[in-house]
């Protein structure tokens, strides 16, 4: 078997439908929770949009984070019927779903995913030790406080939370689970998307239905396509292979074994701190050294904490304080702030963290990276640095030669090589991170394949649309990764950007469709590689996946709050509509430019969102 039949190998065992429900382990539950199942009926559409007000449009909210309002349907139009499918119920399809109750009329939505169960990557990543790296609180719903039993959530925890928010908001009323989507097909001729979806009856035996709708929403996530190493030999290792993601904790068992990680992002980081204590000896291979942080001083929560949290005012202010927090470290990633300021948090911070915590000055260099913080996604753990200087633990950063029956082989500093006896190797090699989604094949105008068009690297506008494919938008697209601020809040924006085209389709029923301008994502791409390529760390070449080989990066070129305000509202004159022939008679489409239709959209109170490389960096 070759490397590539390896990674085939792991994609086979990815299919679809073959992860079971999880494992959930039992710890000290929030007291939020229902704990009866006539608490979770009394909880089941608790959240009713007829019985109460607008949970995301809270005004103090929308102003401190710069959230664009709900879309206004003009009086006396009637919005005419829409049919949206959403492909994902991980966080971003679940937000989409739930906004979509209070915000859009005559639209029927279908969400399909392919597991058997919400959540995406907290349903899939069950590790030990992972949890998220932002506090619990940021990772929350605004409107929808928890109390989290610990101050950066374990991946059970989230899940949970994702369930009682699943529930309260009646989700389930939207979704199709195991239904992964294979095909997605733009019909020019009818204006239609045809989505294709993979069904498997009780006998297991699978068929594809094919769905209409006006506008398909991508929800598929950007971290939920494991990438093994390019190492030979991987194939022949005859101990347990796994892959971060594909944990289980009833077949991975770690205690009294030899365990080999690979890799030291988030994840490798995490695992080699939780298991260390419980295995016969841990070897960490880490190509590259990475920095490390601390988490802030609330990572164990006290119960009057827990209470406050619970409280909707208090809740409120800690994820105003964290935002705002947030925003104020975005100079860290920026480059003419970043030797400086940078500097100064790795000397203070980082750097004083490293040398209080590993005491061997030669293991200490070791660690020491070369290259910037943040120009990798910034890791915190506070297990690492003692669980690595266990005398059962070994930091090695010697280069692999290849993977053998019985371990792996290392070539020493001094030339000579040796083989490394493991029972177990972790694969914390993290994600092929191209937005090209392994299931299914995306075909927009005249039949070109995304897949082809990304080649090298994703090209959108603005995250949310790509040219050549018209009504179809994006959750999470391409240049979205937030360093340093609530993807909560950023999901929302684009999901309400994205209301803002179905509203607009929904009141114009001449137009069938909304396509971005070629122009328009170029502009975009170019100002935002250049700005990026100038002004942040991300220009370095440290191996993180924020940039391609190609040298293409896909963070977001500013602050969150500059992305905030940059799809605040839609300018028509980037898009080309597609006008039917007749009336409202479904038939071939006429592209024509928005010129015209954009003053009437536009009010003075709409903030032009026009991208300039000033206005790119002025913000925070
Ligand atoms: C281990 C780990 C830790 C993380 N920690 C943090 C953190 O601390 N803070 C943070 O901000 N972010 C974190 N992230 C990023 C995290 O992915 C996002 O915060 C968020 O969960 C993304 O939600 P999503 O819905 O966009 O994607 P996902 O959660 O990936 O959900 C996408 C869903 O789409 C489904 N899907 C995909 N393709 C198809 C198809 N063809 N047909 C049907 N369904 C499909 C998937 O099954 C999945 O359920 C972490 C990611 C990982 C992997």
């Known amino acids: 078997m070759s490397i590539a039949t ?36 009394a909880l089941e559409g608790a959240a009713n949009p007829q019985t109460r007000p607008d949970p995301f ?75 998220c790296d932002v506090p619990s609180v940021l990772y929350s719903f605004r409107f929808e406080p928890f109390d989290w039993t610990e101050g950066y959530a374990q991946w059970d925890e989230i899940f949970r939370y994702f369930s009682y928010v699943f529930h309260k908001y009646r989700v389930s009323d939207h979704v199709e689970f195991s239904s992964p989507v294979v095909g997605v097909t733009w019909n020019e001729a009818q204006g239609k998307w045809t989505v294709e979806v993979e069904k498997t009856d009780e006998k297991g035996g699978k068929h594809v239905t094919e769905e ?24 022949s290792f005859q101990g347990h292979l796994v892959h971060s993601s594909q944990w289980d904790s009833r077949t991975c068992i770690v205690e009294g074994k030899r365990v080999g990680v690979i890799g030291n992002g988030s994840t490798g980081i995490q695992i080699a701190g939780d298991i260390a204590k419980r295995v016969a000896r841990m070897d960490h291979f880490c190509k ?77 260099a070791k660690m020491t990276p070369g290259h910037g913080w943040g120009c990798r996604r910034p890791i915190m753990s506070n297990n690492y640095y003692s669980a690595i200087q266990l005398p059962t633990s070994h930091y090695i950063n010697d280069p692999i030669v290849r993977i053998t029956p019985r371990g792996i082989l290392v070539c020493r500093a001094d030339g000579t090589e040796e083989e490394r006896e493991l029972d177990m190797i972790v694969c914390a090699t993290g994600f092929a991170v191209n937005w090209v989604n392994r299931f299914m094949s995306v075909r ?34 391409p240049n979205t990764p937030p360093t340093h601020n609530s993807v909560h809040i950023l999901f929302e924006q684009q999901i309400n950007y994205i209301f803002q085209c179905i509203v607009f389709l929904q009141t114009n029923p001449s137009i069938e469709a909304l396509d971005v301008k070629e122009s328009a994502q170029k502009e975009f791409s170019d100002v935002a590689q250049e700005w990026l ?88």
């Open 288 to 364: 590259t050294p990475t920095w490390v942080a601390p988490y802030a001083s609330n990572f164990s929560v006290t119960a009057s904490y827990r209470d406050q949290m619970l409280d909707p005012t208090t809740h409120a202010e800690s994820y105003r304080n964290a935002w705002v927090r947030g925003e104020k470290t975005w100079v860290w990633w920026t480059r003419p702030n970043w030797d400086r300021d940078a500097d100064r948090y790795q000397a203070t911070l980082l750097n004083k963290y490293l040398a209080e915590s590993v005491s061997d000055p030669q293991l200490r």
């Open 444 to 477: 927009g105008k005249g039949g070109v394949l995304l897949a082809d068009l990304w080649k090298s690297h994703p090209v959108a506008y603005r995250t949310v649309a790509v040219h050549g494919f018209p009504n179809y938008f994006w959750v999470a697209g």
């Open 57 to 131: 449009g809270n005004a103090t909210d929308r102003e401190i984070f710069g959230l664009s309002p709900p879309p206004v349907y003009p009086s006396g139009v009637t919005p005419r019927p829409l049919d949206v499918v959403v492909i994902g119920c991980g966080l971003s399809g679940m937000t989409f779903s739930m906004m979509s109750r209070w915000r859009l009329n005559n639209v029927r939505l279908r969400i399909f995913e392919k597991n058997p169960t919400f959540g995406g990557t907290w349903f899939e990543n069950r590790y030990p030790g992972c949890r």
């Open 533 to 620: 390529n100038k002004y942040t760390v991300w220009n370095e070449n440290c191996g993180g996946w924020y940039r391609y080989e190609t040298g293409y990066i896909v963070q977001w070129p500013g602050s969150a709050t500059h992305m905030m305000e940059s799809l605040h509202t839609p300018n028509w004159d980037h898009y080309e509509l597609s006008i039917r022939q007749e009336g409202d008679t479904p038939g071939p489409a006429t592209p024509m430019s928005a010129t015209g239709w954009h003053d009437r959209w536009r009010s003075k109170k709409n903030r032009d969102p026009t991208l300039s490389p000033t206005m790119l960096g002025a913000k925070i």
């Open 6 to 41: 390896a990674q085939e190998a792991l994609n086979l065992q990815l299919k679809p439908q073959s992860r079971s429900l999880p494992d959930l382990p039992q710890r000290d539950l929030p007291r939020t929770l229902p704990t009866t199942d006539a608490q979770w009926r």
């Open 212 to 235: 209409k709708c006006d506008v398909v929403i991508n929800a598929q996530g950007l971290l939920n396509r494991p990438k093994l190493p390019s190492i030979p030999g991987l194939e």
